[in-house]
């Protein structure tokens, strides 16, 4: 079973920033925190991932809370290609990615 | 070369037909995987392979037969589906060997079965 909660759906204004949370109350301390976006019909892309410290990258920012029960994803001018089920998987070493429903993220014009 | 790439896109058999998905990497991968998914449901793992050999199967049904014949190449044989085995085939690879490694996915195959 996913070990995340997220929103079923949200959306953003074009330009805007995209904030998206996660919850992973149960997290334990060698589980990364990933998100992966799927735009319709293709494959998952990879878009951060981190441990304990905030990461950014050219995608996006990961900003996950200090006792780590929660993160969030943030995409700071958000486009209308953004649109897509964006997931959020906590996994450790050597575990397997296992998906929940993810959040619906529509960015309208 | 960073991608995954999956063949064919598209694909529509019958139910007593015979085919067969195939996924291709280039990085050095030495982990693969199938998921499937339904319409508007996530991902679901099928299959992991690590260096060559079938660690994980996901009470997977019969009628599907992975095949990793090295370690760049990874096929799915596909016999007697049914209807409801219509889905997008996804495939991802990542190395092995990495703590925090993450997946590679292709562009998935989507498969109908009539």
């Known amino acids: 079973d996913a070990k995340t909660t997220q929103p079923p759906s949200m959306d953003c204004a074009e330009g805007r920033a995209a904030n998206l949370p996660c919850n992973h109350s149960t997290i334990s301390g060698n589980e990364y925190v990933y998100w992966y976006r799927q735009i319709h019909s293709q494959g998952p892309q990879y878009i951060i991932h981190g441990l304990k410290n905030n990461e950014t990258n050219e995608m996006a920012s990961l900003i996950i809370t200090e006792d780590r029960k929660s993160s969030t994803l943030i995409l700071p001018h958000a486009t209308l290609r953004d649109t897509a089920v964006y997931y959020c998987?906590?996994?450790?070493?050597?575990?397997?990615?296992?998906f929940g429903p993810g959040t619906r993220l529509s960015v309208l014009p | 070369d960073t991608e995954v790439t999956q063949t064919p896109k598209h694909l529509v058999m019958g139910m007593t037909n015979k085919k067969s998905l195939k996924c291709e990497q280039h990085?050095?991968?030495?982990?693969m995987y199938w998921y499937k998914q339904k319409a508007k449901k996530p991902p679901e793992l099928m299959f992991v392979y690590s260096y060559e050999k079938l660690s994980i199967n996901e009470s997977v049904p019969s009628r599907f037969s992975p095949e990793c014949p090295n370690s760049s190449l990874l096929n799915l044989h596909l016999h007697a589906l049914q209807p409801e085995d219509s889905a997008l085939y996804l495939c991802?690879?990542?190395?092995?060997?990495?703590?925090?490694?993450?997946?590679?996915f292709g562009s998935g195959t989507r498969l109908t079965v009539v």
């Open positions: 991802a690879s990542s190395q092995a060997d990495r703590e925090n490694y993450g997946y590679t």
């Open positions: 998987i906590v996994r450790a070493y050597g575990q397997n990615f296992v």
């Open positions: 990085m050095g991968h030495r982990a």
